[in-house]
């Protein structure tokens, strides 16, 4: 694309690498269903409880957008469950897991595999290792990891691209399956997302569409790591996301 300015729209897809865009898809259900703020005035970082404080949702930005951004704890079955997020996980995602969140716990949820074989991935189990499943593109993974010390089972998701380019990761533990399903399912989602053209992270990795081809975006505030370049957050290729 040329002609654009820096702060002129686009839509982005595949949305997982769009980069972590509006953090009010997230906050504003919270505060719709009540929610308290028990965010310090004088920080940067954001907290809020659930009305009897058994589910709590952060936001404490730090310089790396790979390390974990957004922190959501809970309860299931009596057992903590908690879920990270790193910086640069667009906020659309992170809007569904949260309103999957604030609504009752469902009888029953689809299988997470069978959501994401449906969207055409890759499903490999490894039996008494991991069994994951990646994307489409190659450039989004979600793996589930046996159980070992612990009772529940542990998932992560990581989202790359190249030789260790890594965009964001996620680390969930304990997540109640109800969850884990609509993480899952906001993954699949094809639908481009909008950002400001200088807010895109990496212009060579995805697909920037003109505004104008698609409804009006609605205003965003992106996140930015404190001390981050425009291009992607890196690490060592041989780093892998933690059990």
Request: glycine letters at 6%; proline letters at 12%; aromatic letters at 8%.
């Amino acid at each position: 694309m040329t002609g654009f300015a820096p702060g002129d729209p686009v839509f982005i897809a595949p949305r997982h690498l769009a980069g972590p865009g509006d953090p009010s898809l997230v906050i504003q259900p919270l505060q719709a269903a009540g929610w308290i703020s028990r965010s310090r005035p004088d920080s940067a970082h954001l907290l809020y409880a659930s009305r009897f404080s058994d589910r709590t949702v952060a936001l404490r930005p730090v310089p790396s957008a790979y390390a974990p951004w957004w922190h959501f704890t809970g309860t299931h079955d009596s057992q903590p469950w908690s879920a990270e997020f790193g910086g640069n996980i667009p906020c659309e995602i992170l809007a569904e897991f949260t309103a999957a969140l604030l609504h009752p716990v469902p009888d029953t949820s689809a299988e997470v595999w069978t959501v994401l074989t449906a969207a055409g991935w890759r499903h490999h189990d490894y039996e008494q290792d991991d069994e994951t499943a990646r994307h489409p593109s190659g450039s989004l993974v979600l793996s589930r990891h046996r159980p070992g010390t612990t009772p529940a089972d542990s998932w992560t998701a990581e989202a790359a691209v190249h030789l260790g380019t890594y965009f964001w990761n996620a680390e969930l533990h304990g997540v109640p399956p109800h969850l884990i399903t609509a993480f899952a399912t906001a993954l699949t989602r094809s639908e481009p997302v909008p950002r400001a053209k200088g807010a895109v992270l990496d212009p060579y990795v995805v697909t920037q569409t003109p505004s104008e081809r698609h409804e009006a975006p609605r205003r965003t505030a992106p996140l930015r790591p404190h001390s981050a370049s425009p291009g992607p957050v890196t690490a060592s290729p041989s780093r892998r996301t933690g059990r």
